[in-house]
């Protein structure tokens, strides 16, 4: 198969959607990849890298779009990347359909074939493609919060492990998902005096078990977090209901029961944040504060560390990537359900229950698409 990896345009995406590691292996299945001069750039991969692992680099996005099969991307295509796609085109990235009417009819008009990273989806109902992130953001949240406890950030000028003869932080996490878990072993690891909430026990009775002697695990609930934010430096919002908003643990008023200084990280942010004050900032201006309080509340966090990022990223993409090369992606997506799962728009047709509850648009069943695709 031919695939084409242009340099991502969107504002401050620095990741790509294949590293030289990947080229090499799709090269070795005997692929042909095609890779945009700079693509790799913003995450630290240089061309000669790309050359060195068998890609053939071109120089323009316009390039890359007309010549290959597939295109493999990080974020969604914006407006000017639209009249490059083709019929037919199979374009594997993150496209967040639900969130825009445009973007789900712009690729209805070109007929192209819409594999979501977001909607792949394993038979335990774990999402691999999302998880890498939520890794990510999750470490990520000690970093930043660490940093924004520091007094010239306008934190409490406490150090997360303390140092002998002067006690630790106090970090309360709220959801003990992936984000949360990762949360909670970076500040173990720093030392911190750790407490994970979460509303599933058995959820609680797993990480019990497996973190080390300074997380502790409680019950969330109204009471429980009253009480833990009177004496918590940092606290890490990491709460998720699928397919719905984020509550509110943490309220308006809740503030004044916090110490001046103290930190909230809503990595929930991009649910609408489980912490009523939060809105959503950018790493260019990544903390407000209010009452004293400090919020960090960056949408997308792994976007400052795009190394990391795009390498975790890759990492989960690459075994899809080999398959729908491999086979096609009619087969792979037969012969795989995670792929299928995967499927949102096809051939101007809505397959993904999600999108087409979104914007009324009628729902055609994948598998009428794929017998389609069978039969032609
Ligand atoms: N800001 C970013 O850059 C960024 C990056 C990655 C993920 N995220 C977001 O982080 C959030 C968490 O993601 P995740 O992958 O860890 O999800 P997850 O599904 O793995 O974990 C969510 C956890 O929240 C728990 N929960 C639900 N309601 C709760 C409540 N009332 N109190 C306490 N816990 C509760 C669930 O039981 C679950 O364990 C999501 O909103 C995700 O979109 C943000």
């Given at each position: 198969?031919?695939?084409?990896?242009?340099?991502?345009?969107?504002?401050n995406?620095?990741?790509?959607?294949?590293?030289?590691?990947?080229?090499?292996?799709?090269?070795?299945?005997?692929?042909?990849?095609?890779?945009?001069?700079?693509?790799?750039?913003?995450?630290?991969?240089?061309?000669?890298?790309?050359?060195?692992?068998?890609a053939?680099?071109?120089?323009?996005?316009?390039?890359v779009?007309?010549?290959?099969?597939?295109?493999?991307?990080?974020?969604?295509?914006?407006?000017?990347?639209?009249?490059?796609?083709?019929?037919?085109?199979?374009?594997?990235?993150?496209?967040?359909?639900?969130s825009?009417?445009?973007?789900?009819?712009?690729?209805?008009?070109?007929?192209?074939?819409?594999?979501?990273?977001?909607?792949?989806?394993?038979?335990?109902?774990s999402?691999?493609?999302?998880?890498?992130?939520?890794?990510?953001a999750?470490?990520?949240?000690?970093?930043?919060?660490?940093?924004?406890?520091?007094?010239?950030?306008?934190?409490?000028g406490?150090?997360?492990?303390?140092?002998?003869?002067?006690k630790?932080?106090?970090?309360?996490?709220?959801?003990?998902?992936?984000?949360?878990?990762?949360?909670?072993?970076?500040?173990?690891?720093?030392?911190?005096h750790?407490?994970?909430?979460?509303?599933?026990?058995?959820?609680l009775?797993?990480?019990?078990?497996?973190?080390?002697?300074?997380?502790?695990?409680?019950?969330?609930?109204?009471?429980?977090?009253?009480?833990?934010?009177?004496?918590?430096?940092?606290?890490?919002?990491?709460?998720l209901?699928?397919?719905?908003k984020?509550?509110?643990?943490i309220?308006?008023?809740?503030?004044?029961?916090?110490?001046?200084?103290?930190?909230?990280?809503?990595?929930?942010?991009?649910?609408?944040?489980?912490?009523?004050?939060?809105?959503?900032?950018?790493?260019?201006?990544?903390?407000?504060?209010?009452?004293?309080?400090?919020?960090?509340?960056?949408a997308?966090?792994?976007?400052?560390?795009?190394?990391?990022?795009?390498?975790?990223?890759?990492?989960?993409?690459?075994?899809?990537?080999?398959q729908?090369?491999?086979?096609?992606?009619?087969?792979?997506?037969?012969?795989?359900?995670?792929?299928?799962?995967?499927?949102?728009?096809?051939?101007?047709?809505?397959?993904y229950?999600?999108?087409?509850?979104?914007?009324?648009?009628?729902l055609?069943?994948?598998k009428?698409?794929?017998?389609?695709?069978?039969?032609?």
């Open positions: 198969m031919v695939i084409g990896v242009p340099k991502e345009i969107k504002n995406e620095n990741r790509v959607a294949l590293t030289p590691a990947g080229v090499a292996e799709l090269r070795k299945h005997g692929h042909t990849v095609y890779v945009q001069v700079n693509a790799g750039e913003g995450s630290g991969f240089e061309d000669e890298e790309y050359i060195a692992a068998g053939q680099m071109l120089p323009t996005i316009e390039d779009y007309g010549i290959a099969e597939m295109i493999m991307k990080v974020k969604e295509p914006i407006a000017q990347e639209y009249d490059l796609i083709k019929e037919n085109q199979l374009l594997f990235t993150y496209f967040h359909f639900a825009s009417e445009e973007l789900t009819r712009a690729m209805l008009a070109k007929g192209a074939v819409c594999l979501a990273y977001e909607t792949v989806e394993k038979t335990d109902r999402l691999p493609l999302l998880v890498p992130m939520s890794e990510v999750g470490r990520m949240a000690i970093q930043e919060g660490a940093k924004y406890l520091e007094k010239p950030l306008k934190g409490r406490i150090l997360l492990g303390g140092v002998p003869g002067v630790p932080a106090n970090v309360l996490i709220l959801g003990g998902g992936i984000v949360g878990t990762q949360a909670a072993k970076m500040a173990a690891g720093l030392g911190a750790v407490t994970i909430m979460d509303i599933s026990l058995p959820r009775r797993y990480l019990s078990d497996i973190m080390p002697s300074n997380v502790q695990t409680m019950m969330s609930n109204e009471y429980n977090i009253r009480e833990m934010i009177k004496v918590c430096d940092l606290i890490v919002g990491a709460v209901i699928p397919g719905a984020a509550p509110h643990l309220t308006r008023d809740m503030l004044s029961l916090m110490r001046s200084g103290t930190v909230l990280v809503d990595v929930a942010v991009d649910q609408g944040g489980c912490i009523e004050t939060c809105q959503p900032t950018t790493h260019e201006n990544p903390t407000y504060i209010i009452d004293g309080i400090v919020h960090y509340c960056v997308n966090m792994p976007g400052a560390v795009p190394y990391t990022s795009t390498v975790a990223l890759t990492n989960a993409t690459l075994p899809y990537a080999l729908l090369a491999n086979k096609g992606w009619q087969k792979a997506c037969r012969d795989n359900m995670d792929l299928q799962l995967g499927l949102n728009v096809v051939d101007g047709k809505v397959v229950k999600g999108v087409a509850d979104a914007f009324g648009l009628p055609t069943d994948v009428e698409v794929l017998r389609d695709e069978v039969e032609a």
